[in-house]
Every structure is written in C-alpha cells, then in structure tokens.
C-alpha cells in the first residue's frame, strides 16, 4: 500500500479519498494475485517443465535391525551371526556370499520365521516376521520331490497347503491348477514332463522342477539356498538364466545363498559379502550390469573385476578370522 501512503502525504487532508484509494490497491492486488494463481495453473513453470518426477522408492521387504542369532547357551554357546542390520527393497534381487559357516543360511532361515533373533528385529512385509505367516516360496541344494507323485503333483504341493488356494484345491487340482503348473514348466523347458517322476529326471530338471514348486504359489518373497550348487558347470549356467527370467516374469524380492560369484553376479541387483563366523555383513554393493544378462557377459572385464572385487573381500575375511582363532 505504498501508494496509497504516498497519497496520504500528499492530501492529507482528504482522509476519505485516502481510503477510497486504498480500497481500490487491495481489490488490484486480489485480482492481481488471483490471476497469478490463475496462471500457475495453466501453465507449467518454464524452469521446471519437462523435468522427470522422482520415482518413490520401493517399499522395504526385508529388515534386519541388529539381528544376531547365537546357538546354545552357557559354555555350549555358538555365535552364528553377530548384530547385523540389513534393507531390500520389495522387488531387489539380494545375494549373500561369504566363507562356509559365514551365516549366510541363517539369514535366510530368520526372514523365513524358522529361526529367531536372539537379538534385533527381523522385519518382513512392514510386520515382525512371527506376527503373521507371509507366502514365501523356497529352493533348496537338494530338490526333496516326493517320489510317489508326479512333477505335476509335485510342483502343485504348495497350492495344497497354503491359502487362498487351499480351500479351492479340490475343485480346481484337475482345471486351473494343473494349467499353471504346466504353464510354469513349459517356461523352464521342462513341456511335457508333468507326468513323469522324479526318478524319471536328471538333476538339472528336477531342480527347474522345483523352481516351479516355489514359485507356483505366487510368492511375495523367493528364498535360494544354494540352488544350483549340486549341478554341473553348464547346467548351473542355463539354470541362471532359467532363474533370471522367471524374476524379470515375476518381480518377486528374492534373497540368494550362494558360493558362486559369477552366479551371484550374474543374477543379483545387490552383493553382500560377509565375514567368516560369527557373520557380519563387510560390503554391500549394487550390481549395475543391464539386463537380461548372458553366461558371455560374465567373461567380460567389469565382470571379472566385480568377481576379484568379491574374492579379494573373502579371501582378507577367512585371514583375518585364522590369524584371530591363532
């Protein structure tokens, strides 16, 4: 209102043409400021137009806050993992590697509810992992198919066991449920093998079979220990790809186990290496190679130096745990 004050010390003895101006400097400024509102409306700010908007982050699947695990008490007392405390995101694709007895498996066992912290919070799908039950799909070292039943029957197990599918197991096992179990292993190769038994298969194919098993249920959450480690070279490495399609299919967050380095440089968007017993996480870094990845691509430099990277982190860590047991 400097104008209206100028005014008034030009004519101050006209009080009301004083108001009368003033009056009129606010309704300017109103509509002025209307107008303005108006136009931000309209029109994008030329500073910031076209500008990409930050993507949210992912929510977190999994969190382990200072979570140790220790075997036994008094004397007797195992320490298995020491405090540690771990993020991934629901979708990330998670390694562990690490030396034998590192506590790589206990890990996996704590966000699976089969083992409890002894210290910390382990946080799975925003709840405490023995709050309530989370559909989890699991693969082990050893495939464990039940002899007496076929592939098909096999791979169904888990819709047999776990809701909302076990209440409707009975009236679509021969429908619907049989048509995805097929429709999975027709993604692994294995099309017209449901009817066979596991003694009918090699090992190669009965572990594809049992990526069908976990992942049949429509997991949140895929958990590998040492999948592929049982299987020869060249099967191991199209089992790779087999694995990382099915997650590009399926974007359920998946935590690996494994000794294999070019594997879990292969598959994972994150590494965690840890130290020998009792574990603790030493590095934790993105793995930021394009995908779908090839077996070629593993042969390359930044691949080979990501492989040296990880050994070099393992190797310092089993040296330094003998030189502390010396």
């Known amino acids: 209102m400097q104008f209206g004050a100028r005014l008034l010390k030009t004519n101050p003895v006209n009080p009301s043409a004083f108001r009368d101006v003033v009056d009129l400097e606010r309704e300017f400024l109103a509509s002025g400021l209307h107008a303005l509102v108006a136009m931000m409306r309209m029109q994008p700010i030329s500073e910031f137009a076209g500008m990409p908007v930050p993507a949210a982050p992912a929510p977190v699947a999994i969190e382990l806050s200072d979570a140790s695990v220790t075997f036994g008490r008094g004397a007797r007392a195992v320490p298995a993992l020491s405090k540690t405390t771990l993020r991934i995101a629901d979708g990330e694709f998670v390694a562990l590697v690490g030396p034998s007895g590192c506590g790589k498996s206990t890990i996996l066992r704590l966000v699976s509810g089969l083992v409890q912290p002894t210290?910390?919070?382990?946080?799975?799908?925003?709840?405490?992992?023995?709050?309530?039950?989370?559909?989890?799909?699991?693969?082990?070292?050893?495939?464990?198919m039940?002899?007496?039943?076929?592939?098909?029957?096999?791979?169904?197990?888990?819709?047999?066991?776990?809701?909302?599918?076990?209440?409707?197991?009975?009236?679509?096992?021969?429908?619907?449920f049989r048509d995805k179990a097929n429709a999975l292993l027709e993604q692994v190769g294995l099309k017209g093998f449901g009817s066979r038994f596991p003694w009918q298969l090699s090992g190669g194919m009965l572990q594809r079979a049992n990526l069908c098993r976990a992942l049949i249920h429509e997991p949140r959450m895929l958990l590998l220990d040492e999948p592929f480690g049982a299987l020869d070279q060249f099967t191991r490495e199209e089992l790779w790809s087999i694995l990382q399609d099915l997650w590009m299919a399926h974007s359920a967050t998946v935590l690996l186990v494994t000794h294999d380095l070019r594997e879990a440089a292969f598959l994972a968007s994150r590494i965690c290496v840890m130290s020998a017993r009792p574990g603790r996480i030493l590095d934790d870094s993105q793995v930021t190679f394009s995908r779908p990845r090839t077996v070629a691509n593993t042969f390359e430099p930044d691949f080979v130096a990501l492989n040296q990277k990880l050994r070099a982190f393992i190797v310092d860590a089993r040296t330094a745990s003998a030189e502390g047991a010396a």
């Open 146 to 176: 039940l002899p007496w039943m076929t592939i098909e029957r096999n791979i169904m197990l888990p819709l047999k066991i776990v809701e909302p599918f076990r209440s409707q197991f009975r009236k679509l096992r021969k429908t619907e």
């Open 119 to 144: 210290t910390g919070v382990v946080i799975v799908g925003g709840r405490e992992v023995a709050a309530r039950a989370l559909r989890v799909g699991m693969a082990f070292q050893n495939p464990t």
